[in-house]
Every structure is written in structure tokens, then in C-alpha cells.
């Protein structure tokens, strides 16, 4: 019986064959609708040709295009329904897709479509309920049946959920349970809601009150069962489908609940308690769930228990769901429709959508029971087949199509792929095919060596190669060819075999001090052709965002350790194909004293022994000695070759500190004598004694020398140098050298000599510079060294012969000009070509008549094969000469013909001098020199002026202009005893040049006997002007004081008069708008003291004099600067009379006096 071809999946391949349709989407068996949205049946098919589709509700033939309300979409069998503004009830039913093309009919599930339903509560009036405490109470929901049923759940009349403990819980059914009543159970608002999925409305239950007394409590009592009722109740539930146990018991005080399964245990993965224990859940039923479930209501008084038998139903559900099918002619096959249930399924089969039994006959086709036999197909016999099985819980149904193709082979795998596997690893080489019949399959490797079924080789039936054990002798080019009777098609593929990704260095263990550095070590070894990523990891997760974790190419360094740094630290190392990773703890300790532990070197290892000595081998053994308080880390072996380099001895392997034995490569011609030095965290111990001596026996060199060059120093010759072998490499006596040579890329025999102690061969009469082929190959009294691989030297080089050509200058401005010229052949170079380089020189200024004497020659290199440069750093208004040389390692060609070029004007350079002379009162002149580099012809000079204050601040900006031929100048109407700043610069036509800036005062105006003003001196700080401040600080306060002893003595003053007639010393008359004092005046004193009031007119500008007083006199105001000598005013000028007005001075106390100071 052959085997069902699989469909192929590549749309390509699909796309050329005919095939029965396929229902690829179709709705639920059970579709509820809301009434306010479309109704939308799905159902979608492929096939080749595209299936046509129709419907039937009911049974009947359902005519979509008569009913304007329902649309069918385009290219598929999809239905949209619009029932907005109909009954939604009329379009309830029972629907079924049919999808049809010329090779076959599918048919979808039978689809159910209901109106979803959220009904009213029936009207109801709730009796209030009284009970006494501690009894049991169940308040019933009762919700009306929705489509679907709804979700229900109690709250109270301001919406807040009631609050559910192992005391009050709400049932599956809804109902509200209390397993004893207490009086904050007591309210009147029990309100029952249920929420409509479908519709998203809510619908709530009439309020139920309930009153809790406590006049006549209920007592303590044994556990009983409010639900399930009795002793024992059954429970049955579908296989796949969720199974839900409740047990509430009533009780005081409160029982606990426990579940038990009697005849075996709970399915701990599946099983979860919920509500307070009350209720068992276990999803996802299977057989072995049926049982006695027992639960068990438990307090102090007692217990009590339920038995639940659960039984398990099953729909039919799948063993062997029917595939599709496709034959070649005259080939057999089977469609298999394997299901189980409970009861078991009755399985019906039809064909195109008609029952097999009224379907034409067929003689290829025999129905056994879930078995329809396919025998000696022929085409045109293709179908679509559906399995029915049904039981009293539900139904499966599958389409299958039988398809009778005759196609010749075809290869689905990409051709020339490229598999990559890593050495001692599984390789798998696809060769999808797809052909009817079934094309065989057979493999080649390198399209010559037949690979058949068998170690190392599996072929698998779907034409995969699978190599069991990877290794690089597998590597190459892989031939899959497919062959039925129709025909042949081949395909290569390409295996790589790579070396595995490993750590050779992992990281170790680590002990660290805090605050000190963690280094570990990860060292990888990959295959050349793969790069690995290193990735680093602290406990499995992330290294923390800190720069004190620094990652390297192979360690991982962590600065200023912490506690917080320890853990384990891991290295992976990633390759595109593999891994490898390796792990190390680090552990952080306190810098603390410990008891003193002497540490010491090792001693040395002692009775050193050669054994299974060979030409080219031997094993040293050696015993350990005295570790000294620190373990040995390693031993090093060292040794002497008395042959060659007698008294040196030489570091040649190191092995782990647990290891006693070395197994030593060793190389021919050497007398050896080995030693050994043990190491500890101390450090090395002193070497052991030497073992006894070993002679290897010559042989022919190993290797060649290194470092083979060709290189020539003169014109004709070739120097072929070599770094020489040691006397421990030469692997024998009679050390020499074969050096060989020829012309590359000429056809000759090579040219060779055998020369000894020497490092270096001439070859003379060469031509110049060509390329020669050379190699250096080691020879000794016992046969030659490996054929060595040859090295490309050149001859030697000579002066070049030709110049560059075609010079041609671009002036880009006026410091800038860009120079091209036409490179030189390469065989005139007669070398390796440096580059070339550009001699220029600056011949004289376009303003001079002749060239300046002794200008330097300036040179700019330019390597490589170039054909421009540029040239900065030019001087404008210049006339200049160049030529090019050609360079290479020999030295500079002969010079190309000389090119002259000039640059444009540029701006001036700074006048070479400012001069300012004759300062007078009012003016100042001003002495110029013209610019050291004119840059082109000068057409005049600016000058820009401004005084400056004592401040610096600067005044307004004066600009004058000069013509070119001017040098002086005379500045009028000037101020006097003022610093002035110029600015001064030249000018071409291309701009103004750099400034140049100079000051200068105007001399003193003697008549008014301003001095010049200084910018320099602050007279606030200087010694003579504070000690005068301070003397007439100390006069005002004398003064101030006198006055006030005056007052204490009840002097001449007008308030005298005002005090006797109050008979109060302590009352004086106070202003009412500002609270000073009333009228003082002395009537021989009109000269009263102020306190510090700054007048409007008061201020002194710091242009006038600092350091002279003004008149103490009428009229005179006076104030200083901030150097604390004297604030505030003295005025002659008298007061007003009293007659004239209230104010006076202020009253003359100490206090207002101090105030004068602050």
C-alpha cells in the first residue's frame, strides 16, 4: 500500500496542479450574535480551480441573493448579515458553507447561530427577613436564563461588591450563603445582580433585607451541609471541559473545608481551590479524573462529608483525523478516520457532501468502518471525502480530498544552499521533492561517490541526508536526485563542518579583598571562520550598569569590589553555530588581620626520573616537596641543552600542582638535562636538581627560516635576507641554507645556491626593479626541511627617468592656488612610486619692480600616484615659480619645466607702527607706518577713537579716513584731561586688515585745575584720604555728643516751656502723620544737626575731585564714598519759622546720631 503524498506548501508548485477545495476558516459550531451588530458566518475554502460557494439553513437550500439583507463576499463564502431594523430572531437556524469546484465538494461544520439574550428579572416582592444570630441563611438569586447564561455577583445599593469570607460565600448557582449570622450581617440592601456578556447590561434583583437578632442566639453546633444536600450527589462533566465542586456547610463557629479524592489523587497541576475552599476546579478533564471526591466540613465540635461521584463523558474528539490524499494512477491508499468518545462515536462517511451510500459507485473505493481503501486509482476518480463522527454530546466533522495527479518530480529545497554544522554535531540536508508518484530519492557526494542508507548515513523518507557524527572530511558538495517514472531532478546543496567554540581559559574561583580589583580570565577557541560574541553575566542576569565592570576581548575586570558584587559570574561565548559557557564564583571578604600563618616558597621537588623515552618523547616524574602552608598552583619544567647553549636553562612546559608526571615534546639533536620549580601564591621554589642527561637523536630540519625577504640595493642586484635557525632548531649537523630564485611571471627554471653561516645571498646583474620570486630552505647531514613557501621581493630601484608634464596652476584666492599635472608612465619610475613633489618659491610682490633677494624655496610632498595638490599658505600679490619632481625610494626624478602663476590682492596686513605724540589740551597727533605686507596696492587707512571714563565705559565712536599716501594726523577739539582709545587698520580693494589699537591722554586744563584723570587710583583706598575721613568722622561725633549733654541739661530750647507746662518729663508731643518728634529749635542755635538724608543734589560723581571738602558753609552739601569716614549732609541753611510750619529737625539723641553712621 503506498504512502499518502504530502500536499506541498510551495506556492509555486501549488499553483500549477489542480486540487479539490479545502475549507481553510469557517465560525463556531455555536455562534451567538449580538443584535446590535452584523451577523458575520465565516467560511473560506482554496483550491485549484478557486471554489464556487453556497449555503443552507435548515437542511434547505438557503437562496443569498433573494434576501436583500444578506451579502455574500466576493472570492469566498463568507456571510454578512444586517439586521438593523428587522428581527434578529428570523435569522436563527442552523447554517451549513459548501465550497465546490469541478474536482470536489467540502462542506463546513453545521453552524448554530443564536441570538444572544439578556432578559428582565421576573417582578417579585422580597419578604424581610428576621433570624436570630449564629443560624445559618441563604439569600437565593434566582437570575433570569440569558444567551449566555449571565455572571453573577452582590453588591449594595451604592454599588460596593459585599464582602465574601469563609463565613459568607456566594454559590455557583448565584445564591448568597451564610454559614452563621451575626449582627453587622444585619442591612437592607442584599441586592443580586447579573451581568449579559454579550450585551454588556447589567440587571439586578430586587433589594432583600435582612435583620439579625440577639435577643435569642443559636448555640454552638456540629457542621451540616447546605449544598449539595445529603450525605452523596453526582457529578457529570465532558472530557476537555472544566470540572467545578462545591461544598457549603453551615456550622458553629465557622466550619473549614478540605477536599479528598478516595480512589487516588488530584491532578496537582490541573487542581485549584477557590472561594474559600469551598469550591475544587480542575481544568482541562480527562478519564482518569473520575472518582469519589470527598469534602469534609470540620470545627471544634465536629465533622461532617459529602461524597460527589464524578463521572467522564466525552464528545468525540480525534485519534487520526483523515488527511488529504494524493495518487498517482493505479496506486492504492487510505483515508483513516480514527475518534474516541464516551459513548463511543458513531462514525459516517460521505463523499462530495452526499452520504457514500447514495454516491455514485466506485470499484477503486471500499468503505470498512473508519476506513475508506483506495486500490488501483484512476484518474478523474478525485473527490472531496468528509468524516461525521457523532454521540449525544456533539459531533466531529472532516473534510479529505483524494486527488489523482501524475507530475513528474520536482525539488522544493533552494539549490546551492549552504549548511553550516559545528565538527561532532548532527548535519541534516533537506531535499524536499514533490512529484506523483512519489519520486525516490538517492544522494551523492561531490556528484561521484553514491551514498547509501547506513552508518555514518541516514536517508530519511521525506529525502533528508542526515549525517550522525558531523567531521570535516564531510565538508563538501552534496547531490540530491529525485526520480519517479515521469522523469529525473537533481539539486546540489554544500555541507561546512566547523571546529566547535571552546573556552580554553575559564574563570576561577575568586577570594577578594573589599576595595580591591576581581579579574577572571575566558579565553575561547573557535573556528577561523566564525566570530564569537562574549557575553558576560552576573547570576544569570545582566551586569550592572556600573563602569567599574569592564569587559575585555577574554576577562572580565571588576574595580573596587563590594559586597554586593559577589555572586557568579558567567562566560558565554557565542558563536552564529554554537556555545560555550563557563561559570566562577566570587566571593568578597574584609581586608581584617588574621592569626599569623607563615607562608613560604615550596620546596623544591626531589627524585626527578625519565621514563618511556622515544626519539621525540619522554615522561619526567618527580615527587613533590614541603607546600608550606599554601598549595602548589603549578610546576614548571625547565631545560638545559648542553649541546648548544650550555649553563642557560629554558622554560619548556608548565602542569597543574596535583600533577607528579610531564609527558615532554622534544626535538632532535639535543643533549637535555631537565629541572623542576614548584610554585605556590608565595612564588617560586628554588629549582630541583637536574635529572640525568638525554641524547635525542638527529633528524632533518623541522622548519625553515623566518622572516624571508627580497629586497635590492642597487639598480641591479637582489639581497635575500633570512632570520637564521638556532642550533636547538637545526635538528642535526651540518647546518646550511638552499636559497632560490626566479623572475615572477616569467617562464624560467628557479636559480639556486646552498650557502652556510651566513644570513644574507646577493644576486647581481638584475634588471631594475622587477619582481622576484625567492625561498630560504633549511638543509642538514640528515635530509632537508619542508618545502617553503616563496616570498615576492623586488630588485633594486634607480633614479626615475622622465618629469611630469602638462603642469597647469588654478588660483583658487589669494592664499590658495590648486596645481595638476599629467603623472608620469610607470616604467620610467624605475621603482616604488613615493609620490611627487611640487617646488614653489615666491619671486617678488606684483607692486615691486624686482624680485627680492634670497626667497626660500618652499616643498610640499604629495605620495602616492597623484595627478593635483594645493598649495596654502600663499602671499597675496605675489608673482611665483614652481616644478614637480617624481619620487620613489631611490630619490627625486629630473624636474618638470617651471610654471609661473600670481595671486589676486588680499587685505593689508596691520600697520607697522601707531605713534601718538604732541598730547596737548584739546588734541592729540597720531604718527603711522604703512603695513610690512601690502597684499595688493593700498587704498586707504581708518581710524576709529572714543574716550573712556574713570569707569572704563567707553564714549561714542569718531571714524576718519586717510588717503594711502598719508602718515600723521592731528586729532582737534579734543576733551582735556581725557584717556582716549584708537583703533587704526589699512585697507586694499579686497578689505580691511588686521587692527592695531594704542591709548593716550589729553593733557591737564590748568585754569580750571582738573588734573588728568587717572584710571589707575582709586582715592578711596589711599592712606591720607582715609585718616582724613576718619578725623572729621571723629569731630561729628564730639559734636554730636555735646549737643546731647546740652539737652540733658535743659538748655535754651523752646520744648523747656512744654515740658513745665505738662509737669511730665516723659511726654513729649509726637507728629500724627509720621510719628517724630514736634518742634525743637534753639533759639541761639539755627544751624541744627541732620540726620543722614541724601539731598536730590547731593551726589559726587566721580569725575569731580575726590579729595578736597567741600565749604562747610550755607549752600554746601558734601558726601564720601563707601570707605564708612562720614554719611550724611551738613546744611547751614536755617529751617523754616515755626510760624511757617510744624517740621523741625529731628531730635537730637544719640540713637539718631548713630543712625548717621549705619
Known amino acids: 500500500m503506498t504512502s499518502a503524498l504530502e500536499v506541498p506548501l510551495d506556492p509555486k508548485v501549488l499553483e500549477g496542479l489542480p486540487q479539490p477545495p479545502t475549507i481553510t476558516l469557517q465560525s463556531p459550531k455555536d455562534y451567538i450574535f449580538d443584535p446590535r451588530e452584523n451577523i458575520v458566518i465565516h467560511c473560506e475554502a482554496k483550491g485549484k480551480p478557486h471554489p464556487s460557494f453556497s449555503w443552507t439553513r435548515n437542511g434547505t437550500h438557503f437562496d443569498v441573493e433573494k434576501d436583500s439583507k444578506v451579502l455574500m463576499k466576493p472570492g469566498s463564502g463568507t456571510l454578512v448579515i444586517d439586521?438593523?431594523?428587522?428581527?434578529?430572531?428570523?435569522?436563527e437556524g442552523t447554517y451549513q458553507c459548501t465550497a465546490h469546484n469541478e474536482h470536489g465538494t467540502a462542506v463546513s461544520n453545521n453552524i448554530v447561530i443564536r441570538q444572544s439574550r439578556s432578559p428582565l428579572w421576573s417582578k417579585e416582592r422580597n419578604e424581610a427577613i428576621v433570624v436570630q444570630m449564629g443560624v445559618s441563611l441563604v439569600l437565593p438569586c434566582r437570575p433570569p436564563a440569558g444567551l449566555p447564561p449571565p455572571v453573577i455577583f452582590w453588591m449594595d445599593n451604592i454599588f460596593q461588591r459585599l464582602p465574601l469570607n469563609d463565613r459568607v460565600?456566594?454559590?455557583?448557582?448565584?445564591?448568597?450563603?451564610?454559614?452563621?449570622?451575626?449582627?453587622?450581617?444585619t442591612r437592607s440592601d442584599y441586592i443580586c445582580y447579573a451581568r449579559f456578556p454579550h450585551t454588556q447590561t447589567i440587571q439586578q434583583k430586587q433589594p432583600i433585607s435582612v435583620t439579625v437578632l440577639d435577643s435569642n442566639p443559636a448555640g454552638e453546633r456540629r457542621p451540616g451541609f447546605m449544598a449539595?444536600?445529603?450525605?452523596?450527589?453526582?457529578?457529570?462533566?465532558?472530557?476537555?471541559?472544566?470540572?467545578?465542586?462545591?461544598?457549603?456547610?453551615?456550622?458553629?463557629?465557622?466550619?473549614?473545608?478540605?477536599?479528598?479524592?478516595?480512589?487516588?489523587?488530584?491532578?496537582?497541576?490541573?487542581?485549584?481551590?477557590?472561594?474559600?475552599?469551598?469550591?475544587?476546579?480542575?481544568?482541562?478533564?480527562?478519564?482518569?479524573d473520575a472518582g469519589d471526591y470527598r469534602c469534609t466540613a470540620k470545627n471544634s465540635l465536629g465533622s461532617a462529608y459529602h461524597i460527589i461521584k464524578v463521572t467522564v463523558k466525552a464528545a468525540p474528539f480525534w485519534i487520526s483525523a483523515p488527511r488529504n490524499l494524493i495518487l498517482a494512477p493505479n496506486e492504492t491508499g487510505v483515508l483513516i478516520c480514527r475518534v474516541s468518545g464516551e459513548p463511543k462515536p458513531i462514525i459516517s462517511w460521505s463523499v462530495n457532501g452526499v452520504p457514500i451510500e447514495n454516491a455514485p459507485q466506485d470499484p477503486s473505493r471500499a468503505v470498512e468502518q473508519d476506513t475508506v481503501i483506495f486500490s488501483s486509482v484512476q484518474t478523474g476518480s478525485s473527490g472531496v471525502y468528509q468524516c461525521n463522527a457523532s454521540n449525544e454530546f456533539g459531533y466531529l466533522m472532516a473534510n479529505a480530498f483524494v486527488s489523482i495527479l501524475a507530475e513528474p518530480p520536482r525539488v522544493l529545497t533552494p539549490s546551492n544552499n549552504v549548511y553550516q554544522v559545528i565538527s561532532n554535531r548532527p548535519a541534516l540536508l533537506d531535499c524536499a521533492s514533490f512529484g506523483s508518484p512519489i519520486p525516490v530519492i538517492t544522494w551523492f557526494k561531490d556528484s561521484q561517490t553514491s551514498i547509501q542508507d547506513g552508518d555514518p548515513y541516514v536517508i530519511h523518507n521525506n529525502g533528508t541526508l542526515e549525517i550522525n557524527v558531523a567531521q570535516p572530511l564531510n565538508s563538501g558538495k552534496y547531490t540530491c536526485i529525485a526520480t519517479n517514472n515521469l522523469g529525473i531532478k537533481e539539486n546540489h546543496v554544500y555541507l561546512e563542518v566547523k571546529e566547535p567554540t571552546r573556552i580554553l581559559k575559564q574563570p576561577e574561583y575568586k577570594v577578594v579583598q573589599r576595595n580591591r580589583n576581581a579579574v577572571f580570565e575566558c579565553k575561547v577557541k573557535h573556528d577561523?571562520?566564525?566570530?564569537?560574541?562574549?557575553?558576560?553575566?552576573k547570576d544569570n542576569g545582566e551586569l550592572p550598569d556600573d563602569e567599574r565592570f569592564v569587559v575585555d576581548t577574554d576577562s572580565l575586570t571588576i574595580k573596587d569590589v563590594t559586597s554586593e558584587d559577589e555572586g557568579t559570574y558567567t562566560c558565554i561565548m557565542n558563536t552564529t553555530l554554537d556555545q560555550d559557557s563557563a561559570s566562577a564564583m566570587l566571593t568578597v571578604v574584609e581586608a581584617t588581620p588574621t592569626p599569623a600563618i607563615v607562608y613560604e616558597e615550596p620546596e623544591p621537588p626531589a627524585d626527578l626520573e625519565l621514563t618511556d623515552q622515544r626519539e621525540r618523547s619522554v615522561q619526567l616524574t618527580w615527587i613533590p616537596g614541603d607546600e608550606h602552608n599554601s598549595p602548589t598552583q603549578k610546576f614548571l619544567i625547565q631545560y638545559e641543552d648542553l649541546l648548544h647553549q650550555p649553563g642557560v636553562w629554558i622554560n619548556l612546559t608548565e602542569v597543574e600542582g596535583a600533577s607528579t608526571t610531564a609527558h615532554l615534546s622534544l626535538s632532535p639533536f639535543v643533549y637535555y638535562s631537565f629541572r623542576v620549580l614548584a610554585l605556590n601564591h608565595v612564588g617560586y621554589s628554588r629549582p630541583s636538581q637536574p635529572s640525568r642527561q638525554y641524547r635525542t637523536t638527529p633528524a632533518a630540519p623541522d622548519e625553515n627560516?623566518?622572516?624571508?625577504?627580497?629586497?635590492?640595493?642597487?639598480?641591479?642586484n637582489l639581497i635575500i635576507t633570512w632570520m637564521p635557525l638556532t642550533g636547538f632548531q637545526s635538528n642535526g649537523p651540518g647546518l646550511q641554507y638552499k636559497v632560490q630564485w626566479r623572475q615572477k611571471d616569467v617562464d624560467q627554471d628557479w636559480s639556486s645556491e646552498t650557502v652556510s653561516n651566513v644570513t644574507q645571498f646577493v644576486v647581481s646583474g638584475t634588471p631594475t626593479f622587477v619582481p622576484y620570486e625567492v625561498k630560504v630552505q633549511a638543509v642538514n647531514d640528515y635530509g632537508s626541511g619542508p618545502e617553503p613557501e616563496a616570498v615576492v621581493g623586488y630588485s633594486g630601484e634607480d633614479f626615475p627617468l622622465s618629469a611630469p608634464e602638462s603642469v597647469q596652476v588654478m588660483v583658487h584666492n589669494s592664499t590658495l592656488a590648486e596645481v595638476h599635472w599629467e603623472p608620469v608612465a610607470s616604467s620610467t619610475v624605475r621603482g616604488k612610486l613615493q609620490g611627487y613633489k611640487v617646488y614653489y618659491r615666491r619671486e617678488r610682490g606684483l607692486h615691486e619692480a624686482e624680485a627680492e633677494a634670497e626667497q626660500q624655496e618652499q616643498v610640499l610632498t604629495f605620495s602616492g600616484n597623484r595627478s593635483e595638490g594645493r598649495l596654502p599658505g600663499l602671499q597675496p600679490y605675489s608673482l611665483y615659480n614652481l616644478f614637480i619632481k617624481v619620487l620613489n625610494s631611490k630619490g627625486e626624478g629630473p624636474p618638470s619645466n617651471g610654471k609661473s602663476f600670481e595671486t589676486p590682492e588680499g587685505v593689508p596686513g596691520p600697520p607697522s607702527f601707531l605713534n601718538i605724540i604732541n598730547p596737548n589740551m584739546d588734541s592729540l597727533t597720531l604718527e603711522w607706518g604703512p603695513p610690512l605686507n601690502n597684499n595688493g596696492r593700498l587704498t586707504s587707512y581708518t581710524l576709529k577713537y572714543q574716550p573712556v571714563n574713570n569707569t572704563n565705559e567707553l564714549g561714542p565712536v569718531e571714524v576718519?579716513?586717510?588717503?594711502?599716501?598719508?602718515?600723521s594726523f592731528t586729532l582737534a577739539n579734543l576733551k582735556s584731561s581725557t584717556l582716549y582709545k584708537f583703533y587704526f587698520n589699512a585697507q586694499t580693494i579686497k578689505g580691511s586688515g588686521p587692527t592695531i589699537t594704542e591709548e593716550a591722554f589729553t593733557i591737564m586744563d590748568t585754569k580750571t585745575g582738573k588734573a588728568v584723570a587717572s584710571r589707575q587710583v582709586d582715592i578711596a583706598t589711599q592712606g591720607w584720604f582715609i585718616g582724613l575721613m576718619c578725623a572729621i568722622a571723629l569731630l561729628i561725633l564730639v559734636l554730636l555728643i555735646v549737643c546731647f549733654i546740652k539737652r540733658n541739661k535743659g538748655g535754651k530750647y523752646p520744648v523747656k516751656e512744654k515740658e513745665d507746662a505738662h509737669q511730665d518729663p516723659e511726654i513729649q508731643p509726637m507728629k500724627e502723620d509720621d510719628g517724630t518728634f514736634g518742634e525743637y529749635s534753639d533759639t541761639e542755635d539755627h544751624k541744627p544737626l541732620k540726620g543722614s538724608r541724601t539731598p536730590s543734589n547731593g551726589t559726587v560723581r566721580r569725575d569731580e575731585s575726590d579729595d578736597s571738602l567741600v565749604d562747610y558753609g550755607e549752600g554746601g552739601d558734601g558726601q564720601f564714598n563707601e570707605d564708612g569716614s562720614f554719611i550724611g549732609q551738613y546744611s547751614g541753611k536755617k529751617e523754616k519759622d515755626t510760624h511757617e510750619g510744624n517740621e523741625s529737625s529731628e531730635a537730637p539723641s544719640p540713637v539718631n546720631a548713630m543712625n548717621s553712621f549705619v
Not at 530 to 537: G, K, M, N, R, S
Not at 960 to 967: L, R, S, V, Y
Open 83 to 91: 439586521i438593523s431594523g428587522e428581527k434578529a430572531e428570523a435569522y
Open 169 to 185: 460565600s456566594q454559590a455557583l448557582n448565584g445564591d448568597l450563603y451564610f454559614s452563621n449570622v451575626l449582627p453587622e450581617d
Open 228 to 288: 449539595p444536600l445529603g450525605s452523596s450527589s453526582t457529578k457529570m462533566v465532558l472530557r476537555g471541559e472544566t470540572l467545578e465542586l462545591e461544598c457549603i456547610a453551615e456550622g458553629l463557629p465557622t466550619p473549614e473545608i478540605s477536599w479528598l479524592k478516595e480512589s487516588g489523587e488530584m491532578p496537582s497541576g490541573r487542581m485549584s481551590l477557590h472561594n474559600f475552599q469551598k469550591t475544587l476546579k480542575i481544568v482541562e478533564v480527562t478519564e482518569a
Open 528 to 537: 577561523p571562520s566564525l566570530v564569537p560574541t562574549t557575553t558576560w553575566l
Open 705 to 716: 627560516p623566518s622572516d624571508v625577504q627580497g629586497v635590492g640595493t642597487e639598480h641591479s
Open 960 to 967: 576718519k579716513t586717510f588717503p594711502a599716501n598719508e602718515t
